[in-house]
């Protein structure tokens, strides 16, 4: 049993915490106080980032991409949400899907879309599942094909034609490239009846709607797309027709997109936002010379003490996915993750006040009750310990 | 004798209130556009509304001009305000606790007559008596209904002088961000001056209102996600009928009524000092008990509620993100 991190390990996570130490911290509470949610977004700032290697994290070498394993990842996750946890998920989306693409792509498409991403710092990548009538019902499929979501996908020839809406996306409204999951047979149950499609920005009948008004992760964008006859050659469908379930979910049965890396992500991420929230209520208690009292050591104590476990079931289950272990600890750890990082923001701001940076923190971190932490979530990894 | 009973006149008013807030409130202050605005200012309109309902004046005594409202009462009305407008129940809810000092000063009829005559208490004061004047200079700090009120009330021994806002040497800014309800400044008192006669008798506590904003904000979001959770439909029927959503609006129910409970508990027992002495109340500050047990309660309560609106739980165009930020400023403020 080894804890320690190689030199490759090392100097990324020293990379990370440079890049959101000098450049991602002072701007972060100034973005996400800008009222329009369309405006928080700051290409100067991903830009930096991307030419770090940030957005390209996730690419297997031998594609040109950085090729870091999953303990690299999480290290970056967590250095990067430590300054800002919605900017360090911009980067991180992009992560998820490229993961997709080299796991579930044939050459050819990785030629078209993964060579693209590579070249272009303002390749943005996205994956569109929920639908306004189906959120929960993707997550938790069920056997009535009524149920889950309804963007609906026909063969016309060497396309295919989609029609409907998909919500509350995250970089919907930016992204250049989406994985887009669609009902191309209505009549079964949801499991043996979607398909995963790519579908470029420039798409004739795609376009963006709304831009969701979050209450946290206000830099990460998040949209409304449209459908209306929207023409997607058939050289676009990534695996099988009927068989996104079995691609996307790497065998799991999970329509969610949640690969490998999904559940770690989100986990990695709030262990940020508590080394930061850590950090922020020891400095202060000592700056203000209240760190004496007992009630506000108590609860440096537990904040601490729900960090380290974090900090310890995200390393082991990044460590397990490098030895392709799989176990329902990565949804375990995800769902825990929400139940820390609320934790440790609320005693953060019983102890220092509803400052401007404590009540982002909160904003950010009850953005995991609907992601992580929800009852479907918790569901969902009870079941899978249970086959 | 344990008597859970509300009278008919505070079941009346209840009515009246929540009546009001249906109709006039909640569609202002649950309006899209304004939970998606930063600044949301104070409804002037409605809180004058409420005044004319008698809201503003509501514990002053009934032969002073007032509606006479009891803790208990005061509390009921401040909860049904807060479901609709946190905001709007903390300024009336501060004023109307200290209206009864105005009982016998001279600022009686105006504060019967002007529908914008707010009051507030400014705390760390100095005051010195000079010739038939009082003198006052000193800074009051998150001095709650600063910006609003007309009227100041300070504390000198064991009573109170009444400093108009117009006196010369007084100057208000408003608290910095948003984190308070209804309104909050800073008052700065410069040898500030009034007369002798501007006296009155000792501040009494403030009722437990301020708990009672967080029940009308738990209270609001239970609501919100218990109509929702009938009508939105996953996994084949609403998702009312599935345990893990039934379970957490049980929970939020069972939250809200032992907060209420607790609430309102403390106000009977400011309603009846006698009853630490003849052993029916316990000698310990229930209005503490419902100040720390209340708003941490409420918090879960409306974290819960929003969680069954998925992802519209956190958007800014629904009411269930501001229900969970209100609940954290009566935690944190």
Known sequence: ?387 | MFDLRLSPEQLEIRDTVRDFVAREIRPQALAPARLEAFERPLLAGLLEAASKLGLRTLALPEDAGGAGADALTCCIVTEELAAGDPDIAAVLAHTAALGPLLERGPFLARFLEDDRFHLALAAGVGTAQDGGEWRLDGVATAVPNATVARLFVVRNGSGALLVPRESPGISVREQAGDWYHGSCGEVTFSNCRVPAANSTGAVGSIAPVLPAISLGIGRAAYEAALEYAKVRVQGGKPIIEHQAIAAKLGGIAMRLEVARSAVWRAAWASDHPEAVADRSLPDLSLQAVAEAFAPEAMLRAAKDAAECFGAMGVMRDMPLHKFVRDARICLHS
């Open chain 1, 1 to 387: 049993m080894d804890f320690e991190l190689s030199d490759e390990q090392r100097a990324w996570q020293a990379k990370a915490r440079k890049f959101a130490k000098e450049e991602i911290r002072p701007v972060s509470l100034e973005r996400d106080a800008i009222e329009d949610p369309a405006k928080t977004w700051d290409w100067d700032l991903f830009i930096k980032g991307s030419k770090l290697g940030f957005r390209t994290l996730a690419v297997p070498k031998e594609w040109g991409g950085e090729g870091t394993d999953f303990v690299t990842q999480a290290l970056v996750m967590a250095e990067l949400a430590r300054a800002d946890s919605a900017i360090s998920k911009s980067f991180s989306q992009c992560w998820k899907w490229s993961h997709l693409i080299a796991q579930s792509c044939t050459d050819e498409q990785k030629e078209r879309f993964l060579k693209p991403f590579l070249a272009d710092d303002t390749f943005v990548l996205g994956k569109g599942i929920s639908e306004y009538d189906a959120g929960s019902d993707n997550r938790l499929p069920l056997d009535d094909p009524r149920a889950g979501l309804k963007l609906r996908a026909e063969r016309r020839g060497d396309e295919w034609i989609l029609n409907g809406v998909k919500a509350y996306i995250a970089n919907g409204n930016i992204g250049k490239l989406f994985f887009i999951d669609a009902r191309t047979d209505p009549t079964v149950p949801l499991r043996q009846g979607i398909t995963l499609f790519l579908v470029p920005r420039d798409t004739p009948g795609f376009r963006s709607g709304k831009v969701f008004n979050k209450s946290g992760w206000r830099f990460y964008q998040n949209g409304e797309m449209i459908f209306e006859n929207a023409r997607v050659p058939h050289a676009n469908v990534v695996g099988e027709v009927n068989g996104a379930t079995r691609k996307s979910g790497g065998g799991g049965g999970d329509t969610t997109g949640g690969d490998l890396f999904g559940d770690l992500e989100l986990a990695a991420n709030a262990l940020g936002i508590c080394d930061d929230a850590c950090g922020s209520a020891l400095k202060q208690m000592r700056e203000t010379r209240r760190f004496e009292q007992q009630l506000v050591q108590l609860k440096l104590n537990r904040m601490h003490a729900l960090t380290e476990a974090l900090r310890s079931f995200v390393m082991r289950v990044a460590c397990e996915h490098d030895r392709r272990i799989h176990s329902p600890n990565a949804g375990l750890a995800m769902n825990f993750s929400t139940d820390a990082v609320q934790e440790v923001t609320e005693l953060y701001m019983d102890l220092c006040g509803g400052t401007p940076h404590a009540d982002k923190l909160a904003r950010d971190s009850f953005i995991w009750s609907h992601l992580a932490g929800d009852t479907v979530q918790r569901l969902k990894v009870a079941r899978r310990l249970a086959r």
